[in-house]
């Protein structure tokens, strides 16, 4: 059962503050209304003479005159009433009120005139001045303050317990996760099962000399199922859980975060056997070699106290550390050094039947139709992590109630993977017919390029239908999954970028915005094969930047590099890159030019339809003069990330 804070009864609201000076507001003026008219003192004391006053009620702040000899006493009606008798009416009673002066002839003036006076405490009238006066403000602003605090995420307002860890603890069989919820990653579970094997029998392990690795750092790109794993190892283990965030340790006092290092180890050693588990760990443990703070960093400090704690307990009371991240090049050497976190597990995409094994588990609890292939599925899906497969399947059983169907279909899942990749269609934009069809000849270009270009992956789809912010796209879908990429591949990767852009040259005669994505992906690869694969003539297997890895896995911003050439060298590479450019643009040219009237065909099909699937493509082109075909025409061999769509055409520039 996972250990939780008490939840609060109500949630604290300015709207209550506004309540409360509201019912305030409503009371004075009741009070008001019924408040007793103040007469001067010498008119209270003609009232005394004339007789009208026949009672006085004397106090500190106020003299009370009224009109009868005797407190008005309201009884119960069943206590006089006779049946048939009516009830006598009360005498009114008239009140006055004036401000007390030291007079001592008043007193005279009432034994005269025979008026009964008397005086009253006004303890309790006291008390709830001073109430109203001091406690209520008090209380308000103390209220206020509080809230205020809460709001600025409690900055200040927790000193007590700011050293505290927040982790969230899981207790002993709370966690359900086993290693069967987590699939695509099986060497990684196979590093962990003696993770698991040790918690659950440490002695044949101390037994015979040996130690459990210390701490264990599972490295990958984001949504692989890292925090996952670590979840299914404390379930497997059945040991208490610690889960904290690195972000979670840092506050903006110094001291804070090495405090809530040393709270949390001591909680998890009080509950050995357990499992700690750092997410994010790149936030406390990056590197102190190129820190630009000064010794007192409260980040610095948090890590040197990480350290220490992972240097001081003992591994045979079952207390292991895991940590995730997928920034493994930013870390501090001294945290991977063995004895801290000696074990890097490698918690990596997942290949074909990974994909198709993690579709499986998310689509079991889901109603699908009998003729879904979830095989196909995971071979479009080349590149996906576990938490996007997850987001398909969802996205799927979304798609299939909003279309009033009680099974999820195959195109629910297309759909989805369409929307994943290139957005939200926009079913509300209306393009101009000019750029309809300027938008329909370039997404035919990066088709036909890809279809004549030896190992480029096969086209899946092509649609001129806007989604995101791509006015149309052109879909590959990758045959197998590759790991290595040869120079004529990115070549094909090249000319296939640039066929939209020359495809729109061909029929206006000018330039668009709607290729910047393409220009700019195209430079980038020209770029890298001269200065990160050696590829080039000048500098042949010669890598001229020095690169981090960044972080893993496909990432939009470049990863940290250092220049380490001079001037002339980077004129070379740009000129390089230009003439490379130059010379590709040239051949897609001379290649579109030679099949015009196929990509007119294709593009007036495109038209007329929106969109082309890949059997309808295939029959365009196998239907094209036999002697305009190339053998190796439509053959795809490797794959490009399903998530990258070839082209995007955004419509800013």
Not at 93 to 112: F, G, H, R, S
Not at 362 to 381: F, G, Q, W
Request: with cysteine; hydrophobic share 40%.
């Amino acid at each position: 059962m996972k250990i939780k804070p008490p939840s609060k009864l109500w949630k604290f609201s300015l709207i209550y503050i506004l309540i409360f000076i509201m019912g305030i507001g409503v009371f004075n003026r009741i009070t008001r209304a019924k408040a007793t008219p103040v007469i001067d003192f010498s008119e209270f004391k003609e009232k005394i003479v004339s007789g009208e006053i026949k009672r006085v009620e004397l106090s500190d702040s106020w003299f009370t005159g009224f009109s009868t000899q005797e407190k008005p006493v309201a009884m119960p009606e069943q206590l006089f009433k006779r049946p048939g008798a009516s009830l006598p009416a009360p005498l009114p009673e008239t009140t006055y009120k004036t401000v007390p002066i030291n007079d001592p002839d008043v007193i005279t003036l009432m034994d005269a005139y025979k008026v009964k006076y008397y005086a009253t405490s006004r303890e309790g009238s006291v008390l709830l001045n001073i109430l109203f006066t001091w406690g209520l403000p008090i209380i308000f602003f103390i209220i206020v303050w509080r809230f205020l605090l809460k709001r600025m995420g409690n900055l200040g307002g927790g000193m007590l317990t700011a050293g505290q860890n927040k982790a969230l603890i899981a207790a002993e069989g709370g966690i359900t996760t086993r290693f069967v919820d987590v699939a695509g990653v099986d060497e990684a579970k196979e590093e962990l099962v003696e993770v698991v094997d040790f918690l659950k029998s440490p002695k044949k392990y101390t037994d015979i000399g040996g130690k459990i690795p210390k701490g264990v750092l599972l490295v990958g790109p984001p949504g692989t199922g890292k925090t996952l794993l670590a979840r299914a190892v404390a379930g497997e283990a059945g040991v208490s859980f610690f889960r904290m965030s690195g972000a979670d340790f840092v506050e903006m006092f110094v001291g804070v975060g090495a405090a809530r290092v040393r709270d949390l180890f001591n909680q998890a050693r009080s509950k050995a056997p357990c499992i700690v588990f750092i997410d994010e760990l790149d936030a406390i443990g990056k590197s102190r070699i190129n820190s630009m703070a000064g010794g007192n960093d409260e980040r610095e400090q948090t890590l040197n106290q990480l350290l220490v704690e992972m240097d001081g307990f003992d591994t045979a009371r079952g207390l292991i550390i895991l940590a995730a991240t997928n920034r493994p090049d930013v870390l501090d050497p001294a945290l991977l050094r063995p004895g801290r976190f000696d074990r890097q597990v490698l918690v990596d995409k997942p290949d074909l039947k990974g994909r198709e094994a993690i579709l499986k588990i998310h689509a079991k609890n889901v109603k699908l139709d009998s003729l879904v292939d979830l095989e196909a599925i995971a071979r479009i899906t080349s590149g996906f992590a576990g938490a996007d497969l997850a987001n398909i399947v969802n996205e799927a059983a979304l798609l299939a109630v909003r279309n009033s169907r009680v099974y999820v279909s195959q195109k629910d899942f297309e759909e989805a993977i369409e929307k994943t990749i290139a957005g939200l269609q926009k079913k509300t934009r209306v393009l101009k017919p000019e750029e309809r069809k300027l938008t329909a000849y370039h997404e035919t270009g990066h088709a036909l390029v890809a279809a004549f270009t030896p190992g480029a992956d096969p086209v899946q789809k092509i649609s001129i239908i806007p989604r995101g912010f791509a006015l149309g796209y052109t879909l590959q879908m990758p045959v197998e999954d590759r790991y290595t990429v040869t120079k004529s591949h990115l070549i094909g990767k090249i000319d296939t970028l640039l066929g939209g852009r020359i495809a729109e040259e061909m029929i206006s005669g000018e330039f668009s915005t709607g290729a910047a994505s393409d220009i700019t992906k195209a430079t980038d690869i020209a770029r890298k094969m001269i200065t990160d694969y050696g590829m080039s003539d000048r500098f042949r297997n010669v890598a001229l930047t020095t690169r981090g890895t960044g972080m893993l896995g496909d990432s939009r911003e470049e990863p940290m590099f250092h220049r380490e050439y001079s001037e002339s060298t980077q004129q070379y590479i740009d000129e390089e890159v230009a003439r490379l450019m130059e010379e590709r643009y040239a051949y897609v040219k001379r290649l579109l030019e030679n099949k015009r009237p196929l990509l007119e065909t294709i593009a007036a099909k495109l038209l007329e339809q929106e969109s082309l699937e890949e059997k309808e493509f295939k029959r365009l082109i196998n239907g094209y003069a036999s002697d305009e075909r190339q053998s190796a025409g439509y053959q795809a061999k490797e794959p490009i990330p399903a998530q990258q769509p070839l082209d995007h055409n955004a419509d800013t520039p």
